[in-house]
């Protein structure tokens, strides 16, 4: 079974610009996650997707969006980059939206730097 | 914010256990502990979650005090390869979110 994977695995934006990033996630999972990790810090939780829909949301503002797909596959999109836009970014998937009894399996991330 | 303290750091001999402890004083008693540990460069891996009672499985124990107010993470003969930084969180289960603290980076020396 193939595992999270997440792409790019590293990018460079300028302030301002518009920024999406993909994740596929773990065969048979159909909830997708987003996280944000700045460096030093734990992961902070963005928000999450269950079919097709957000089922819950962080304390981040409404230029971060995002988007799931009939294949459970999902998209993070940023809006109007700022520095401290600059991050880890870390998809998880699970088998369901609400049990985190089953773990999350994470993705490597994409690491993005606003310049 | 997380609802865990960890100790910052900690260094454990090679082949040694690696007992990692965590308080949860506030914990309520529908919450599960959960730990996840992330290596350099790559997203959290799962290692075992609890309620009341101790749990094992093929990576770690997890031993929770009898009022559930704190917990240790035990890895019973680490390696090279155990080093990473390890989070312990409170969850109720009923919840898609992870709230993630700053984590213990344990170092395993040779």
């Known amino acids: 079974e193939t595992g999270v994977t997440q792409s790019p695995t590293h990018l460079i934006k300028t302030r301002g610009q518009q920024v999406t990033l993909r994740c596929s996630s773990q065969s048979g999972h159909n909830t997708v996650s987003w996280y944000q990790q700045a460096l030093g810090q734990g992961p902070q939780f963005i928000f999450q997707?269950?079919?097709?829909?957000?089922?819950g949301r962080g304390n981040f503002p409404p230029r971060f969006s995002g988007l799931q797909f009939p294949n459970y596959s999902s998209e993070l999109n940023v809006n109007a980059l700022e520095l401290d836009d600059s991050a880890l970014y870390l998809c998880?998937?699970?088998?369901?939206?609400?049990?985190?009894?089953?773990?999350?399996?994470f993705g490597s991330g994409t690491r993005l730097t606003v310049v | 914010d997380a609802k865990t303290t960890q100790p910052t750091s900690m260094d454990c001999a090679e082949g040694r256990a690696a007992n990692l402890p965590c308080n949860h004083s506030?914990?309520?008693?529908?919450?599960?502990v959960y730990w996840y540990r992330q290596i350099h460069s790559q997203g959290p891996q799962y290692i075992i979650h609890?309620?009341?009672n101790n749990e094992t499985n093929e990576m770690a124990s997890l031993i929770i005090t009898e009022d559930r107010k704190s917990s240790t993470l035990i890895l019973p003969h680490a390696t090279l390869r155990d080093t990473a930084v390890y989070y312990c969180?409170?969850?109720?289960?009923?919840?898609?979110?992870?709230?993630f603290g700053q984590g213990t980076t344990l170092q395993v020396k040779p």
């Open positions: 998880a998937s699970s088998q369901t939206p609400d049990r985190l009894h089953y773990g999350y399996t």
């Open positions: 969180i409170v969850g109720s289960g009923n919840t898609g979110k992870l709230i």
């Open positions: 609890g309620l009341k």
């Open positions: 506030t914990i309520s008693g529908n919450e599960y």
């Open positions: 997707y269950y079919r097709e829909e957000e089922n």
